[in-house]
Every structure is written in C-alpha cells, then in structure tokens.
C-alpha cells in the first residue's frame, strides 16, 4: 500500500525562525514528489522533485529529495506570519499518484 | 481561463438527503479527481477518472457515486447523507509538472 508520511504534525515557531518539515514515501512506481501550501483555500503547488531533480529552491523556501532515504524536506529560513500554513506532501507515483500525506500545520508567531 | 470550477461553495444538508457536487476543467486533461479533506487526515481520494466515460475508486468511496459525463465534468454525488459525510470536498485535475494536481476552490458540506 503506498503510504506518505510527514511530520511534525503541527509546528509553532516565532517570526525569522528556520523550520524544516519532512516527508517520507513509500509508493510503487515512483516518478515525482511535491510540496504544496495551503491557507484557507485550495493548495497550491509549491515544487516538485524528481529523481533527475532533487533539489529545488525559491525565495526562502527550499526543498530536497533523499533518493535512498525515501525522503524529503522542506526548508523555510526567516519565517514570516504569511508562512502560517498547512504544507501538504503529494506523491506523483503510485497507482495514479495520488497519495497525500496528512501535512505539516505551521503557525508563525510574531 | 477559470481552470478547475466547483459549485456549490457552501451546502448544508440533513441526515439522509441526497446531493450532487459539481466540477468543471477548462484545461482539456483526461484526469479528473475527487478529494476530501477532514482535520488531521490530509486530502483523501474519493474517486477518479482517467479519461471520460471511465471512472475507478479511491481510498474512501463509499457513500459516494461519481459521473463523468464528459471530458469537462466530472461530478460527485451524495445519495444519502450521512454526518460523516461532513468535510471539505475539492475536484482536482492534474497540473503542468508530473503528479501536480490543480485544485478548484473547494466545498464546504455540513451534514447534520
């Protein structure tokens, strides 16, 4: 059964804090691994990672994929309040790739 | 280009009544997904469809019936609710990178 797993479950740190979240996998077929934020609406996609491309960043977020371990993180440096968010964890592979974790819900304090 | 669209936003139904959820992508994808997501559980799959006039089930269909009735819609029907049935429901059809999924906007059902 494929299964994504993250972790913290929740998370609460003060603003210019770095926090990093992970994300272990286990799914047939892998092909691609992806982050998303979500605030009070849909997610949005953040990055995805391959086997040909394990490491991605943008701005102060930044991500990377651990081929052996199964694995990836999340980096964010300098949080700001607008930080505060659930960060979803998405497998593309899979029967349909289609597994979610059960995602990281982040709360930056002023 | 409004991408994926959900009607309704809102529904509050009692025990027992049926609905039906609609989706609608203008991006042409063959893909179509169903997801709800409760506190603490992610995003769960309800049902997709690969391609129009095909449907398969996910991680939580029961309670649950689907139809795609053309390349563009793809909809999700209640036929007797249930308060487990509350949750927020999202259509999702697949992004520009691999395994991206595209959200639309998200249904909010109270069942009581």
């Known amino acids: 059964e494929d299964k994504v797993v993250q972790s913290p479950l929740s998370l609460v740190v003060h603003e210019g804090d770095t926090v990093t979240l992970n994300c272990s996998y286990e799914?047939?077929?892998?092909?691609?691994l992806l982050w998303y934020k979500q605030e009070k609406k849909a997610p949005t996609f953040l990055f995805m990672l391959?086997?040909?491309?394990i490491e991605k960043k943008s701005g102060r977020l930044s991500s990377i994929l651990d081929k052996k371990e199964l694995s990836s993180i999340l980096n964010i440096t300098a949080t700001q309040t607008g930080d505060s968010a659930i960060y979803l964890c998405?497998?593309?592979?899979?029967?349909?790739?289609?597994?979610f974790g059960k995602g990281t819900h982040l709360i930056i304090q002023p | 280009n409004a991408g994926v669209t959900q009607t309704p936003k809102f529904q509050v139904l009692k025990t027992g009544q049926s609905m039906t959820l609609q989706c609608a992508q203008d991006?042409?994808?063959?893909?179509m997904y169903w997801y709800r997501q409760d506190p603490g559980m992610g995003l769960r799959l309800i049902y997709y469809?690969?391609?129009?006039?095909?449907?398969d089930k996910g991680e939580v269909p029961n309670g649950y019936n689907v139809s795609r009735l053309n390349k563009r819609e793809f909809s999700l029907r209640l036929e007797s609710a249930a308060p487990s049935q509350t949750s927020v429901y999202f259509c999702?059809?697949?992004?520009?990178?691999?395994?991206?999924?595209?959200f639309g906007p998200g249904t909010r059902l109270t069942v009581t």
């Open positions: 469809s690969a391609s129009e006039g095909t449907t």
């Open positions: 999702a059809s697949p992004g520009l990178a691999i395994g991206e999924q595209y």
């Open positions: 391959t086997s040909s491309g």
């Open positions: 998405h497998s593309g592979g899979g029967a349909d790739g289609l597994t």
């Open positions: 991006m042409n994808h063959n893909s």
């Open positions: 799914v047939t077929n892998f092909r691609s």
